[in-house]
């Protein structure tokens, strides 16, 4: 019987893993990617000297043990590529140089480091590092909920069954666990753990997830990548092409070609037509549904999705390459600012500062790339662009910001850059085309947590789609399920069973 031919559209992790599990399971796929390089949003670029690493900050689960990490092996992203444990996560330093503490993986140094921050906060704190240490050795914390079927695998006892397993979190669904980070810090009282407690991660991500995240830095189940996330990348490509992939960049997908409901192919921008029996997207999800579809596959639940979701805010970053080493610096501290620093319409406090001085392939000997990355908003930036010359303008104004500010911290760094890059929002959509330059799709809040996004649209035939747009929250893993998500539905469709592995 010949092979079922596959389209997939886009690069990134989603489209990666699609891949490699279809030709683990005889479909003979090829992938179309609008940019000249794979990896959407895990993105790397080279600035003279530097190797600038504008893209996954930690890998999750790099260790075996947790079916996450046995996901990544099944598609070579293992064993190829230098990967650090996360033992420090993040340091927090007040400008005034008089507070300061470190999340680090010893949960009991940090509830006493917190405790006496702020005496008044311990009973909150040891509930808070109560629940880290209670979600380190669960289930939950093996798979981060990724193996929960998508909605076209799940049979009738399912939900029952996922509420088993789930009874241990049913806590975080609602109350203060389901609280973002922001609502959560008015339990605290003291203004600094306020301020630190908001931006563990994102102020407007809930708390419980900032929970997992801190009891996967005491698991060990973080991993920092020596050389650049570019190396993960490479290997789920060379694992693709071993298996017969293909990929053709600088191929822009404009429309998807669908006769009878039923997709049968793509147009390349170039104006090309490609057909294939099978057609998945792992590009951007809104231009995929009303753009390459024409609006045509939606239901009420998808317009609703796609007129009041949110997603990620995106983001600013400002890489410096400087002549100087950061030898004993975590490698993410927060500084919080005395005089908020002010652009773009937002008042911004935190000052994220990342220091590469983890693996020695981002600056030669001696130096050092330190990068900063601020939450902003699109339309700003988006407005900015229509004058370039403005654009470059506000882009210089805030890196000579970022310096000054800096330079509190590390006296006479503003003499030592060798190199600056400011990366905006709107350079994220011009490279990956996501919307409005989100850097993971859409935001993990309280409603989107428990809505399965189906991996098909209503009406349509043969199409499918994977990547962080049908996964709220995003992330590596999420990304990569999806994909594989994708392969498993066509293979119970086809009656055959699912191939995590080649057998060619
Ligand atoms: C700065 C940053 C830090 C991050 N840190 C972490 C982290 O520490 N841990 C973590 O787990 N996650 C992290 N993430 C999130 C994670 O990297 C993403 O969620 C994931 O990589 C998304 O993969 P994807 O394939 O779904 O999407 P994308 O990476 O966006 O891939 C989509 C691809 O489709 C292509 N494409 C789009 N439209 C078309 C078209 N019309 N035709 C052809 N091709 C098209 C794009 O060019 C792109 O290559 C981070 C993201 C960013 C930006």
Redesign the pocket.
Known sequence: MSKKSMII?????????TGCYAQMNGYESK?????TK??????VWRRGDYLID???????CHKPGTQIYDVYKEIGAVGSYEIEDMTKYMRFVDETGTKSVEFTMDLEKLERDLIELSPEDADEIRKFVKEVDWMKDSPLLTDLGMSTSPPELRGRFDTLKDMWNMRGFMKYFTGKWSKSATGYSEYLKDPFLKILFKNLFTPTVAIWFVIMIMATVAAGLLGLFKGG?HEFIEAIVKKYESLGGEIQYR????KILVEDDVAVG?V??DETEHRADIVV????GR??IY??LGGKYVDSKIQKRYDTWKPYDP?V?VTLGVDRVFEKEAPFTIYIMKEPLEYGGRAITCLPLRVMNYGDAFAPEGKTVIQV?LETDWDYWYDLRQNHDEYKEVKKQIAEEIIKRLDVHYPGISSQIEMTDVATPYT?WR????DKGS???WLLTRSTLTELIPRTLPGLDNFYM????VLPG??????IY??RNVIQILCKKEGREFRSKSTE
């Open positions: 559209i886009g690069a990134g992790l989603g489209g990666l893993s992938i179309f990617e609008y940019h794979p990896g959407g949003v895990a993105a504008g893209g996954i900050h930690f890998l999750i996330c191929a822009k997908v404009e793509v390349l921008s997207s792992a590009a951007d231009s995929t753009d390459m983001m970053i990355m994220s490279y990956t085309l996501n850097p993971m799709g994977a990547g962080h747009w995003g992330g590596v893993p999420g990304s999806t994909g």
